[in-house]
Every structure is written in structure tokens, then in C-alpha cells.
């Protein structure tokens, strides 16, 4: 890749975490307060009032789930009116658009390796957990989870340009999407009675992802695979969707 | 297409079409039943110029006269209709006075952007960024956000940016010379002239007579996206 093209999109990435996290007065504290105080108020409702037992490793459950979740619905969030926020630069030269979607999923992908930071240095502190090489399948995993982000993003930004309240009908899609993962309910139930589920590659994912932090296991490689194989696939039609429907993006927004 | 040509257009049409199914979800849902009203409106109608490397090319005509959008096609941002066709030497870039910002910015992270776009390598940027923010006049304001900027002082910005922006072709769409009190003017006219259009290829869209004459070789007059007359100042000013 060009040299100016690469720091543009760097520079694209660092806009708009700034915009996102010191537009507010808290700041880039609330990058990371904000996913902690929900991690907090569904362990109490969980632990305390659902199923009313007290299984204190339930924080790190939810810990990995919210902010993995928390990073796709962002993600797709902000993709939705992603060319109406770059148009003043989209009118007046013509750009590569896929720029600003790498930017903007890079720029949620550090706020969510930073979630993660905290994670580890969060588990160390309290849970004494145990950990091993085997956290490099991690980075397979985070490489699929953003290919994924990133085709959806690119399938969304496409669509707001012809059905204009897609952002309403998505939030709903987003809402009934967080019941259908594992985020707060047990994922052995997936293993027992919803294995389809595993085709979902948010799901395989974040199976994925605790078996690696909670209890030091391998991955389900099979599933983890295929998850990434989709994701590609997702991230490639995507992208040929955006490319082929995106022209009249400027005369219509 | 010949090297000495910057821009080559044939036979370009722009027809705009709105219909009665709306652009939600919901409308078109609602919809179905209805019958399908479409109303076309032809913004530009076979469009046929050249314009040569080097050269001062104005657009001229009334409001509405299709001169934005025939901007928009040359800078290849929004595509022609169907059998139109576009061929552009080298790139080119859109100035407009009081655009190209992101609000919520601070006028440094605008100038950052701006310039990256417009294809400053990130090192020029950081050497140059001082002199583009005291050419802009704004040393005491960079840090705070667009939005709080009064029209002049976004003017001057966009100006001072639009100065150090690297392309072969600039399409200026009522983009002219100095904004300002008459001081900062003469200034910014000077630089205009030196740094901006001295050697480049120039499209500039206006409905202002006085700057088509002094500057430009040919001007092309649009009225209700037709071609009028295309020719020297002289022959088409008397027209418009």
C-alpha cells in the first residue's frame, strides 16, 4: 500500500477514537468505564437475583462476553452512517471508500485490545487465573472477529444509502442478537442443545475466547476455522457489495 | 485520449430521479400497493468539452443551471448517466469555501485530515501545519472546535489549506481568491495567483462575471443543464 494512503488511514483511525471517547467529559475513562459498569450490573442482577448462586469467576465470564459483543455492536453501530459522517470529504475528491471503513474498525478493534488489557490485568489482580501459550490462539480469533465486524460494516453503510432508518431496525436486530449468543447465558448449552448456533462466527468466537482465558484450554479448532473462513468470506462479498452500490452514495445522502 | 488534454466529457447527461416509494423501510413497506410515480428531473443534458492541460476553464450560469453538478461529474464523485463519459488526466480535487470540514474538530485536526486527503505526506504536514495556521490568521483559535468558527474564519481556513493541496486539476466551485477584510484579501489574492493557479488546471464554477473575465481562457455557459455557448469571456459573457 502507498505510503500517504497508510497514514491517511491511520490518521482516519485516530480521529475518530478521539471523537468517540474525548468528545464527553470523562473522557477515555469512559472507554472503559462504561463496559465495567455493565459487567457490574448484570453479575448482581445474575448472580443475585436470577439464579440467585454466587459464583464469583461469573464477572470474568461476562467480562469477555460484554466487551467482545460490546465491540461487534459498536463496530456496526458506527458503520451504518459511516459515509453520511465522511461526506464532506467524499464530495470533494474521490477516495478509496474502504479507507474509512479500516479506519473506523481499526479504531474500534484498539478500543476493544485495550478492553482486553484491562481484562487480563483485571483477572490477574483478583482471580489468580492461569494462563498459557495457548492465548496466541487469540490472535487468529480477534483477526476473524474483525473480518466479520468489518463485512457487516461494509453490507450496512451500503444499505443506509437507499433505506434511511436502518439504524432503528438495526439497533432491534442488535438488541434480539445479544440473546442469541452467549453472552450472559452458559455456553455449554450451545454444546448440549444449539450446536447450530457454533455456525455463527460471533459465537464461535467468543466459545473460543473463554475456553483460551477461563480455563486454559485449547480451542474448538474446527469451529474456530470455520468461523474465521466465513468471516473472510463475509468481509470479501461485503466488500464487492460496497464497491458495486456505493457510487451514488454522494447524490443521495 | 490526446496528452495535452486534462479532461475530455462526451456526451454527458445527469437525469436526478425521485419516486414516490420513499427511502425507508417503512415507506417502502408501505408502499407495495401503490402505484409507481416516478418524476425525473434532468439536471444536465449531453454535455460535450474539452478541456487542456493548463488551462483557466469557467462554468457560468444561474442558479440551477447544473453547474455543482457538472462539477461533481468531472471530479468523478457522482457517475453520469448511462452513455455519458468522463476521462480525467490525473487527480483532481474539490474547493468550496466553508466545506470539507468535520464540525466537531478542532481546526488543527481539520487541517491534519484535510491535508492528508488532498495527498500530503504526514511528514510535509507536520513541517508545514505552522505556516498554513499563520497564513489562516488563526494561531489563538487552532485548538478549538470548527464548529465555534464564524463563516470568515472557516473561509480562511479552507483557503490556507486549499493552497498547499497537491493535484493536477482543481475544481473550484465558487471558490475564489481572498475572503476577509481587504487586507487579508490582497494577501490571499497574491498567494491565489502564485501557488494555486499558476500552471495548473483550473475549472472554476461561478455566477459571478468579474472573476470569469479577469482569469479565464474559455468559458462555458450552462442554462437549465444545456450548453449554451462555449468561447472566449468576451463571446459568452454577452450571452449570459
Known sequence: MEKTRLERIVLFAKTDYHLRYYGSKLGVLWAFLNPFLRILVYYFTFSYLIFRQNDPTFVLYLFTGIITWGFFSETTNQSIKLFQKQRFILENIKLQKSDFFISMTASTMYAYLINFLMYFIFSILFFDPEYSLKIVFLVPILIGLYLFALGISFFLATLYIYLRDLDHIWSIIIMAGFWTVPVIWDYNLVYENYKFMLYNPITAFLVNIRQITLYNEMPDLKFMILGILTSALIAILGYIFMIRNSRKAVEFL | ?240
Open chain 2, 1 to 240: 485520449m490526446k496528452e495535452d488534454i486534462a479532461i475530455k466529457v462526451e456526451n454527458v447527461s445527469k437525469t436526478f430521479v425521485q419516486h414516490n416509494r420513499g427511502k425507508t423501510i417503512r415507506d417502502r413497506l408501505l408502499s407495495v400497493m401503490k402505484s409507481r410515480n416516478v418524476r425525473k428531473i434532468k439536471a444536465l443534458d449531453a454535455i460535450d468539452f474539452e478541456i487542456k492541460k493548463g488551462e483557466f476553464f469557467g462554468i457560468i450560469g444561474h442558479n440551477g443551471s447544473g453547474k455543482s453538478t457538472l462539477i461533481s461529474i468531472l471530479n468523478q464523485v457522482v457517475p453520469p448517466d448511462k452513455g455519458g463519459k468522463v476521462t480525467v488526466n490525473g487527480t483532481s480535487i474539490r474547493l468550496a469555501l466553508g466545506m470539507g470540514f468535520n464540525k466537531e474538530l478542532t481546526a488543527r485536526q481539520n487541517i491534519m485530515i484535510n491535508a492528508s486527503v488532498l495527498g500530503m505526506p504526514m511528514e510535509k504536514i507536520k513541517l508545514e501545519i505552522g505556516k498554513i495556521i499563520e497564513f489562516a490568521e488563526l494561531e489563538d483559535y487552532i485548538d478549538i472546535p470548527v464548529k465555534y468558527y464564524s463563516s470568515g474564519m472557516r473561509s480562511k481556513l479552507m483557503f490556507s489549506i486549499a493552497v498547499n493541496a497537491k493535484a493536477d486539476i482543481f475544481l473550484m466551485d465558487e471558490f475564489f481568491g481572498g475572503v476577509g477584510d481587504k487586507k487579508y484579501k490582497e494577501k490571499a489574492d497574491q498567494v491565489f495567483h502564485d501557488r494555486l493557479i499558476k500552471g495548473k488546471t483550473i475549472v472554476h464554477v461561478s455566477h459571478n462575471p468579474g472573476t470569469i473575465e479577469k482569469y479565464c481562457d474559455r468559458v462555458l455557459l450552462l442554462e437549465k443543464g444545456k450548453m449554451v455557448k462555449l468561447g472566449t469571456p468576451d463571446e459568452v459573457l454577452e450571452l449570459f
